[in-house]
C-alpha cells in the first residue's frame, strides 16, 4: 500500500472524527482546501474506496445517516483492549501525518522522546504474537553491571512515561517481571514456544497499577483530595480509569481502586500541593515520609 494511499485514509477518518457528523459536500469543501486535492475534487468512485480502505485499516465503521446523508464513525461502545488499541494507532497514525506534513514550522514544535520504541519494539512484538521467548542483556539502573542472557516469555506490552515495557514471566526466576526496552541489549528471538497460562489475564493483572509496577498487594480504594485548579487536570486527563469523582465543601474527592505503589505515590508528589491523600492512612504515611526525607535532604546542605 503506498504512503500517499494510506495519507487520503487518515484525512478521511481525521475529518470525519472532527467534524463528528459531515455531509459529502463538506467533505468535498474540505478536501480541496487540503494539500492532497493538488486542487482537484474527490470522484465518487475515489471516496467509495478511501472508505473502505480506512474501514481496513483502522478496525471502523464509517456509516451514512440516511434521514441527514451525513457521514459518521459508528462507536459500537466496545472498552476492550482491541479497541482502545485502535484508538491509539488512530491518534498517533493522525499525529503523525499531521507532522509530516508540518515540516516548515518544524523548529517550533517541541516533541518528547520516546527512546525505547526505536530498536525492539518491532520484535517484542513478534515474540508477543507468536508466543516466542526473548533473549537480552539487561542493564538496570540499581546495579552496576548488566544481568546478562535474560530469558523472558512476553505476557503484554505497556507504555509509561515514554517508556516500553514488557512483562512477563522469567524462565530462570519462574517470576513475573517487567523490563523497560530502553534498558535492554542484544535482544533477539528465541525460537522455542511457550504455551501462555490460560489462567493469566494480563488486563486484570495491570488493571489495579499506576505505572508498569504490577507487584504491589491487593488493591486499596484511594482517596485524594484535590483543590479546583488540579481538579480540572484530573478531569481532562483521569488518573486511572477507576476515577469518580465527588465534590465535598467545595474540593473534589477523587476515589479510585489501585494498588499502592511506588509510582503511585511519585504521581502524587509530583500534583502536590494541590492533591492530598486522604485514604488510605498507609498511602498518606508513605508520601508524608518521602516529603520528610526531601526535606531532610535539603536542610543537610
Same mark, same amino acid.
Not at 12 to 37: A, E, K
Given at each position: 500500500?503506498?504512503?500517499?494511499?494510506?495519507?487520503?485514509?487518515?484525512?478521511?477518518?481525521?475529518?470525519?472524527?472532527?467534524?463528528?457528523?459531515?455531509?459529502?459536500?463538506?467533505?468535498?469543501?474540505?478536501?480541496?482546501?487540503?494539500?492532497?486535492?493538488?486542487g482537484r475534487?474527490?470522484?465518487?468512485?475515489?471516496f467509495a474506496?478511501?472508505?473502505?480502505?480506512?474501514?481496513?485499516?483502522?478496525?471502523?465503521?464509517?456509516?451514512?445517516?440516511?434521514?441527514?446523508?451525513?457521514?459518521?464513525?459508528?462507536?459500537?461502545?466496545?472498552?476492550?483492549?482491541?479497541?482502545?488499541?485502535?484508538?491509539?494507532?488512530l491518534n498517533?497514525?493522525?499525529?503523525?501525518?499531521?507532522?509530516?506534513?508540518?515540516?516548515?514550522?518544524?523548529? @517550533?514544535?517541541? #516533541?518528547?522522546?520516546? %527512546?525505547?520504541?526505536?530498536?525492539? &519494539?518491532?520484535?517484542?512484538?513478534?515474540?508477543?504474537? $507468536? *508466543?516466542?521467548?526473548?533473549?537480552?542483556?539487561?542493564?538496570?539502573?540499581?546495579?552496576?553491571?548488566?544481568?546478562?542472557?535474560?530469558?523472558?516469555?512476553?505476557?503484554?506490552?505497556?507504555?509509561?512515561?515514554?517508556?516500553?515495557?514488557?512483562?512477563?514471566?522469567?524462565?530462570?526466576?519462574?517470576?513475573?517481571?517487567?523490563?523497560?526496552?530502553?534498558?535492554?541489549?542484544?535482544?533477539?528471538?528465541?525460537?522455542?514456544?511457550?504455551?501462555?497460562?490460560?489462567?493469566?489475564?494480563?488486563?486484570?493483572?495491570?488493571?489495579?497499577?499506576?505505572?508498569?509496577?504490577?507487584?504491589?498487594?491487593?488493591?486499596? @480504594?484511594?482517596? #485524594?483530595?484535590?483543590? %479546583?485548579?488540579?481538579?480540572?487536570? &484530573?478531569?481532562?486527563?483521569?488518573?486511572?480509569?477507576? $476515577? *469518580?469523582?465527588?465534590?465535598?465543601?467545595?474540593?473534589?474527592?477523587?476515589?479510585?481502586?489501585?494498588?499502592?505503589?511506588?509510582?503511585?505515590?511519585?504521581?502524587?508528589?509530583?500534583?502536590?500541593?494541590?492533591?492530598?491523600?486522604?485514604?488510605?492512612?498507609?498511602?498518606?504515611?508513605?508520601?508524608?515520609?518521602?516529603?520528610?526525607?526531601?526535606?531532610?535532604?535539603?536542610?543537610?546542605?
Open positions: 500500500m503506498s504512503g500517499k494511499l494510506v495519507n487520503r485514509y487518515i484525512w478521511l477518518v481525521d475529518t470525519i472524527r472532527r467534524y463528528g457528523r459531515i455531509t459529502r459536500p463538506q467533505i468535498d469543501n474540505c478536501w480541496m482546501r487540503s494539500q492532497l486535492s493538488d475534487p474527490m470522484p465518487r468512485r475515489s474506496n478511501y472508505r473502505r480502505g480506512a474501514e481496513e485499516m483502522f478496525n471502523i465503521e464509517i456509516k451514512c445517516d440516511p434521514s441527514t446523508f451525513e457521514y459518521y464513525i459508528e462507536d459500537d461502545g466496545d472498552d476492550s483492549k482491541t479497541a482502545r488499541v485502535t484508538e491509539w494507532l498517533s497514525t493522525v499525529t503523525n501525518d499531521v507532522l509530516t506534513n508540518s515540516r516548515d514550522v518544524a523548529d @517550533r514544535i517541541f #516533541l518528547e522522546d520516546v %527512546p525505547s520504541a526505536r530498536r525492539f &519494539l518491532a520484535p517484542v512484538i513478534d515474540a508477543l504474537r $507468536q *508466543h516466542l521467548p526473548v533473549r537480552f542483556d539487561y542493564h538496570s539502573y540499581t546495579r552496576s553491571s548488566p544481568t546478562p542472557g535474560v530469558v523472558l516469555e512476553p505476557y503484554f506490552l505497556k507504555i509509561f512515561r515514554q517508556r516500553w515495557y514488557v512483562t512477563g514471566r522469567n524462565r530462570a526466576d519462574k517470576r513475573i517481571k517487567t523490563y523497560a526496552l530502553d534498558r535492554m541489549s542484544e535482544l533477539s528471538i528465541v525460537a522455542d514456544p511457550f504455551r501462555p497460562d490460560p489462567a493469566f489475564d494480563a488486563a486484570a493483572y495491570a488493571a489495579p497499577s499506576f505505572g508498569i509496577i504490577f507487584d504491589g498487594g491487593k488493591t486499596h @480504594r484511594v482517596v #485524594l483530595r484535590v483543590d %479546583p485548579v488540579q481538579a480540572k487536570y &484530573l478531569r481532562a486527563l483521569p488518573l486511572h480509569p477507576s $476515577q *469518580h469523582e465527588y465534590v465535598h465543601d467545595g474540593m473534589s474527592l477523587f476515589h479510585y481502586d489501585m494498588r499502592i505503589t511506588r509510582d503511585l505515590v511519585d504521581h502524587i508528589l509530583s500534583l502536590s500541593p494541590g492533591v492530598i491523600v486522604e485514604k488510605p492512612a498507609q498511602l498518606r504515611d508513605m508520601v508524608i515520609e518521602r516529603l520528610i526525607n526531601s526535606l531532610d535532604a535539603y536542610e543537610s546542605q
